[in-house]
């Protein structure tokens, strides 16, 4: 059972997803208005669910505004399936993205996927690579700075870092982050990677090595 907020112009996308989502126990927060979330508490969820099109403030300018305040998965509904759009919405902090329409099981399969990813229990915290992973905060620093990963790059460092000198492919490491296989993973494995590298070689590091054809380890 997680704390899950709805955001979409759509009362009727809403109460859908509600029902979909309560199947599984979950308690559900419905906001069909975009700018009143610039006004919420954010502590109180485990997870978002954000629409992309919407009227006045659309979805990625809203998670823009708010990422920073939010701790938790957000998660794009979208109806939008070009890789610029997908680029962009992972880039300002988005952790993944459903394509409308959308299955049951599908919407259900990916929440619950980023809930227990978000959740699970870890006990110690490990230097790898010049970069010290704590892995029960799910944080990363480098020489006392923390890094300013999302969730899910946070998590794919942590994966890659910790199976060190090991290829994985795109897929394999999407079901091994995320905990389940969803459509369109080698762009979000991809963009998310491509993020990944440019918050790191700020701090001059740059451990992710493509093997071509392959995939990616970490040196």
Not at 23 to 51: E, G, P, S, W
Not at 165 to 177: K, T
């Amino acid at each position: 059972m997680a704390n899950i907020l709805v955001v979409d112009d759509e009362n009727a996308m809403l109460q859908l997803i509600k029902r979909i989502l309560e199947k599984d126990a979950h308690i559900v927060t419905l906001q069909a208005d975009a700018k009143a979330v610039l006004d919420m508490d954010f502590r109180r969820y485990d997870l978002i669910l954000l629409d992309v099109m919407m009227p006045d403030v659309n979805g990625f300018e809203l998670c823009n505004q708010i990422s920073s305040r939010v701790d938790c998965p957000i998660i794009f509904l979208t109806a939008k399936t070009q890789e610029s759009d997908i680029v962009r919405g992972l880039g300002i902090g988005g952790d993944d993205y459903i394509t409308k329409p959308f299955g049951t099981n599908e919407l259900l399969a990916r929440v619950n996927a980023h809930l227990r990813r978000d959740t699970r229990e870890k006990k110690y915290a490990v230097s790898i690579s010049g970069i010290l992973f704590h892995i029960n905060a799910k944080e990363a620093e480098v020489n006392g700075n923390k890094l300013p990963l999302t969730k899910s790059e946070y998590e794919i460092c942590e994966y890659l870092a910790l199976h060190r000198g090991q290829v994985f492919s795109r897929e394999q490491i999407y079901e091994a982050v995320f905990g389940f296989d969803g459509e369109s993973d080698d762009s979000v494995i991809a963009t998310h990677i491509k993020n990944i590298r440019s918050k790191l070689a700020a701090v001059k590091l740059s451990p992710i090595e493509t093997v071509w054809g392959v995939g990616y380890k970490w040196e």
